[in-house]
Each structure stands twice: as structure tokens, then as C-alpha cells.
């Protein structure tokens, strides 16, 4: 069974700051996922990483694919109050169509 | 124009009741998904549909039902509602392409047992 743990949980910092978030499996993927959810709102897709030591960036957001395709992280420079919400990581899964989703990081920015 | 749309955004029902959550996409999409979030935001797949036909079973009680009329709808009937039901669903879609597919979700539905 394919699984993607996420880290931390919960995380809660003051504005200005940075901070990354980690999607780890021990199953390689052939592309990964991040996607953000605001409250009372559907994800988003953020980026898609599919080679593996890729990094993407997107404005202060940095993703990055692990090389062997397991693991990937998100980094935030200079976090702001609106990059608060869920971030989620979903990677390919066995079967098509599936995505296999972490369980979300929480992440709250305070001004 | 909303790319993924359900209805209704607020459920609010008795136990024991039967209910209907609606989800059209106008994305011109093969494939549709509903999933459920709990409390703890943790988004679980129930059901997949590609051009109308059950692609994706996962593991829910059998008084959930989804129908697809046709690739832009997919519905989600729930009968003789539980506690254990209330959590918000969301209805997606995808198209395949290369370097993967993106989910597009719809805003959900938060359903609430009494």
C-alpha cells in the first residue's frame, strides 16, 4: 500500500518567517502534488513535480521532488498571512486516476 | 464561470434520512471523483467515474450510491444517514496528461447528521 506521511502536522509562525514542509513514502512516485486548501474550499493545485531532483518555484514557494522520486518538500521564504490554509501532497498511485493524498499540513501565519 | 460546481454547499438532516449531493463540471473532463474530508482534514477517495463508468470502489458502506448521467455529472445519494457521516464532501475532476493529472475540486458540501 502506498502511503505519503507528511510533517508537521501543525504549524504556526509570525510573518516574515521561513518554513518547510516535508512529504515523505518509502514507494517512488512517478510525480507529486502540492496542493493548497483554504477554509470552506476545495484544494487547489499548487505545482506537479514528476523528475526527480526537480525543484519548482512559485514566487517565495520552493517544491522540490527527491531524487529517487519518494519525497518531496515545500519551502516558504518570508511567509505571509496569505500562504495560511492546508497543504496537501498527493502523489501518482498504482492504479490510474488515483492520487494517493497525505494527511495535510496545517500551516497558520500570524501577522 | 465555476469550473466544478456542487449543490448543495450545506446539508443539514436527521439520522435516518436519505439524501443527494449534486456535482457538474463544464471542464470537458473523462473523469470524476468524490472524496470525503473528516474533522481532521484528512481527504479519503470514495468513488471514481472516467466516461460514466465506475473506475474507483474504495471501501464505504453500500448506502452510498454514486450515479453518473452522464461525463459532465456525477451524484452522490447517501441513505439511512449516520452520525458517522457528517464531514464535508468534495466532488473533483481530471483530465490525463502528460507529467500527471490535476484534481479539480469543487468548493464542497458540508453535511451535517443530527
Known amino acids: 500500500t502506498q502511503l505519503l506521511e507528511q510533517s508537521p502536522q501543525f504549524l504556526s509562525i509570525q510573518e516574515g518567517e521561513n518554513l518547510t514542509v516535508y512529504c515523505n513514502s518509502s514507494?517512488?512516485?512517478?510525480?507529486l502534488q502540492w496542493y493548497r486548501q483554504e477554509p470552506g474550499e476545495g484544494p487547489v493545485l499548487l505545482v506537479t513535480v514528476v523528475t526527480g531532483g526537480e525543484v519548482k518555484k512559485l514566487k517565495r514557494l520552493t517544491f522540490q521532488f527527491g531524487d529517487a522520486r519518494k519525497d518531496s518538500s515545500l519551502h516558504i521564504t518570508a511567509a505571509q498571512p496569505g500562504d495560511t490554509g492546508l497543504y496537501l501532497c498527493a502523489g501518482d498511485g498504482d492504479s490510474n486516476y488515483q492520487l494517493i493524498w497525505g494527511a495535510g499540513t496545517k500551516l497558520i501565519i500570524k501577522p | 464561470d465555476t469550473a466544478v460546481s456542487q449543490t448543495p454547499k450545506y446539508l443539514v438532516t436527521q439520522m435516518g434520512n436519505d439524501k443527494s449531493i449534486k456535482c457538474e463540471q463544464n471542464?470537458?473532463?473523462?473523469?470524476m471523483y468524490w472524496y470525503k474530508q473528516d474533522s481532521k482534514k484528512f481527504l479519503k477517495i470514495m468513488f471514481s467515474y472516467n466516461n460514466k463508468e465506475l473506475i474507483i470502489n474504495e471501501t464505504v458502506p453500500n448506502r452510498f450510491s454514486p450515479k453518473s448521467p452522464d461525463k459532465a455529472h456525477l451524484n452522490l445519494h447517501i441513505n439511512s444517514l449516520e452520525l458517522g457521516d457528517s464531514a464535508v464532501y468534495f466532488c473533483?475532476?481530471?483530465?490525463?496528461?502528460?507529467?500527471?493529472?490535476?484534481?479539480?475540486f469543487g468548493p464542497g458540501t458540508r453535511l451535517t447528521v443530527l
Open positions: 471542464l470537458g473532463h473523462d473523469t
Open positions: 473533483a475532476s481530471s483530465q490525463e496528461q502528460a507529467g500527471g493529472y490535476e484534481q479539480f
Open positions: 514507494s517512488v512516485f512517478s510525480s
